[in-house]
């Protein structure tokens, strides 16, 4: 059938997807999520079909188009454009195979990853596969399969070095800024760590949005390797790489929901790391209440499954289970947490020193793996010698920062202290909350917003002390987080 | 925030949605499929958020919304709305809850088929509602409270009389057509019957399709209700009645993966029998490798479900396990149906026999129930006295038809025999084919399209002799359909 292409002028987010009228779906028995065919000259394009049942915006005879068919196919309005029935892909039937509690393959696995990262599914079929491995947990060798089909639909990042040095920690925590002290030190120890990050969904901010306020981190991949190949490391945004692409849209999907499929999770993470080549990688596993690791026991199996996995792709892996029941560092936010880092990277006494404890831990299990000796004195050497800073600096430049004072950091010039109106000790930090109150202040496009928090848990406090200062950049944000504050129960003093 | 309406001029299929400019969404920490409600003097909906990447469509400041929003809320183009972030609705924590494989309560299955009905839920939520109820198979009990739920948020017909006979049939077996036979015949017994049934999805006919070759089928609930008072039987299209409105919305989402979950299936049909008020029940469950019910194991268990929950509803149902292996009838299609059926009412030696002897077991089977005594015979006198026939035309006039002689019904101009290829019996017809070869020969839209069979299973046939007729009304489609007859393996021969 010949149809008229109608440039609808949306975009769908990601699937490719066409709109045909009622009357020329009927006779072509095509049903809303079917497929066609639509072909133009020699390109040939399989697309998910939508049906118009008024004559409005696809008349008789159009075929209306997203943005993402536009693209593909290079269409013009009017363009004439042949299209047919197509099948269904054939990861339709592998996910209703694992929806069925059955086992998949490698080619089955690879099959379904190459139809995400092409777009070839619909949201709702996607979510079908993210409810299937949810519930029908995904096996380890399953597990794996998913890894390195993620990794074979993406780029990858090969420098040709070994050992390649990684780290990652599971997200949840505020505040929990340790790549940006890790990094440098690892780097200044000679070894290569090609760190990418992530911008913040729900929290205040993401790694990439705290070392934006010091450098660059959007870069193509072949600026990141000629970078880290220069100063052995680097702190950029994963989002621009097209590492691992299929993950992006997965976690999309799981989003409504809130749904944390743990194969996804493991395949994620691993998948990340073996796209850079990474051979010797720290997991940080933060447990808590508010944290994605609810207990030890959920924290336990992780570990053994993150191990499992790393065995079988021939990396070394160890998992450390942090303290995940309130914030690390001090400031919570892009520059209160910029500020944190300077300080701590060149000692300054303003430093936050858990945050430098835990840095220095994960950096000495490092050390560990690639055979330092001594890994914890030597990691605190680095540190207080000021070659972890010189580092930080070098790379910085290399991303096209500029070396800045931690006090030339611009933070939101609206601030509000909230005192404790009772004296005690701190029993606890609700790191929702803290999060919640951040975000709301502007954090973390207001890279000046967030809290900055004088207390920790069992620290002593007087009635009348300050508890935390709330920073904001506009003064309708700083009112409405000063109102949130007020009503909500940050500091737990007992 | 305060945004300006532009109709983006699309329906949504269903769920309200709105979309966002990204920059208006990042100052309200909106994401893709978040909810927010949207105020229009003292009208407030709350509509799922798609989110704008580019300006083209939704610049900032402006509010696209899907015609679902504009009707609901009587928008108009630059209309000024208010606009604030919505809790996600109740049922998205109990659909997690049900993947989680726990078990639901009847207020949360309430809110779920709530949300379905008034359109709360997007494809991608109820995606994960399917794919929970599929793996997490839901218990006897949670079927009946979604039945109760799914006729409790829809329209219920109530006759005020006893009892009430109902029927169902499984779909999938090409010609089965025992509605339009059974319906006179009990309703000439003096039983109320007030059938409504299906169009066709993905079959030749679907006996609402067929009925409107005679009669109009699109009612009102309170025209089939003067109907069914005076007749006795009516023979309506369900789609048009807001009877258990969240099944359909549920079957559009199964579609893709061609998913029948089972609580699902019995929910269904319990509940459109339900919502008519019906107290006697027969369940007709064809069982055949290309049935919806492939082997006895599973019939079996069907039918102890069916039971179970008739009796928890109240209700007597039986359920009859039939030879779903091939066509039921010689005509497939809307108008070769209606006539076959035509032919069994009015006794015509060309009748098919296999219909005739399945409509009677099953009239047997409801006769039966209801208390009346030598129930097969009873069913063949009234068959036999023409008062099926009467009762049938007296349906037909109350539905705003006709009396029409079986010969006069129209048939395809175009027609083609396929001839055996050599000589033998019968071993099989493969239903696929034979719905396939009809709908592409122009059924159930052209009424007059479809096959006419002249052998059945176990049939002896000479070579040349014919085995079925290919009927079209358009050359185009007719041509087309010879193709894939010839190609199709539609008889088995042996």
Redesign the interface.
Same mark, same amino acid.
């Given at each position: 059938m010949k149809l008229k292409v109608k440039d609808?002028?949306?975009?769908s987010?990601g699937p490719l997807v066409a %709109?045909v009228n009622h009357e020329d779906a =009927?006779m072509l028995?095509l049903?809303?999520?079917d497929r066609i065919k639509i072909g133009k000259g020699k390109k040939i394009e399989t697309v998910v079909v939508?049906?118009?049942?008024?004559d409005?915006?696809v008349p008789k005879g159009r075929l209306g188009v997203f943005?993402e068919v536009i693209n593909s196919l290079k269409l013009k309005n009017n363009d004439k454009v042949d299209i047919r029935i197509a099948r269904?892909p054939l990861s339709?039937d592998y996910?209703?195979k694992k929806?069925d509690?059955l086992k998949l393959s490698q080619k089955e696995i690879n099959q379904i990853v190459w139809d995400i990262v092409h777009n070839k599914l619909?949201? %709702?079929?996607l979510?079908?596969f993210v =409810?299937?491995c949810?519930?029908?947990v995904m096996s380890t060798e399953e597990t794996i399969m998913l890894t390195k089909a993620m990794v074979k639909h993406g780029e990858v990042l090969n420098l040709g070095k070994r050992p390649i040095v990684d780290k990652h920690s599971i997200g949840g925590i505020p505040g929990n800024r340790t790549t940006l002290v890790i990094v440098p030190i690892i780097a200044a120890a000679g070894y290569f760590i090609p760190k990418t990050s992530s911008r913040s969904?729900t929290s205040a901010a993401g790694t990439a949005d705290t070392m934006e306020v010091l450098a660059d981190v959007t870069f193509p991949i072949s600026k990141m390797r000629e970078i880290v190949l220069k100063t052995r490391g680097c702190i950029v945004w994963g989002g621009s790489l097209n590492l691992a692409p299929a993950d992006d849209k997965i976690i999309?999907?799981e989003?409504?929901?809130?749904?944390d499929a743990e194969s996804q999770l493991l395949a994620s993470i691993m998948a990340k790391k073996h796209s850079v080549s990474s051979t010797h990688i720290v997991i940080d596993v933060p447990v808590g209440r508010d944290s994605k690791v609810k207990n030890k026991v959920e924290a336990l199996r992780l570990k053994k499954e993150f191990e499992k996995i790393g065995k079988r792709l021939k990396k070394h892996v160890r998992v450390l289970l942090t303290d995940g029941s309130q914030p690390i560092g001090n400031g919570i936010g892009p520059a209160l947490e910029a500020r944190d880092v300077l300080w701590l990277l060149k000692r300054d006494p303003r430093r936050p020193l858990d945050l430098e404890r835990k840095c220095l831990k994960m950096c000495a299990e490092i050390f560990n793996m690639v055979g330092v000796k001594n890994s914890y004195k030597r990691a605190l050497e680095i540190l207080d010698s000021g070659r972890a800073y010189s580092k930080m600096v070098e790379i910085i430049k290399a991303q096209n920062g500029k070396e800045i004072a931690a006090e030339d950091i611009k933070i939101g010039k609206f601030h509000f202290d909230v005192l404790s109106a009772r004296s005690g000790r701190v029993a606890g930090i609700d790191n929702l909350s803290v999060s919640r109150i951040a975000?709301i202040a502007g954090a973390p496009?207001d890279k000046g917003a967030g809290i900055y928090l004088y207390k920790h848990v069992s620290d002593k406090v007087k009635r009348g002390e300050k508890l935390f200062t709330i920073y904001a950049e506009s003064r309708h944000e700083f009112g409405y987080a000063k109102d949130v504050a007020k009503s909500a129960r940050v500091f737990m003093i007992s």
């Open positions: 609808i002028d949306i975009s987010g %709109v =009927a028995d049903h809303v999520m939508d049906i118009a049942e008024s409005k915006v943005e269904k339709i996910i209703k929806l509690g619909s949201a %709702v079929e979510a079908y =409810a299937a949810y519930t029908n969904i999309a999907v989003r409504p929901l809130e749904i975000r496009d």
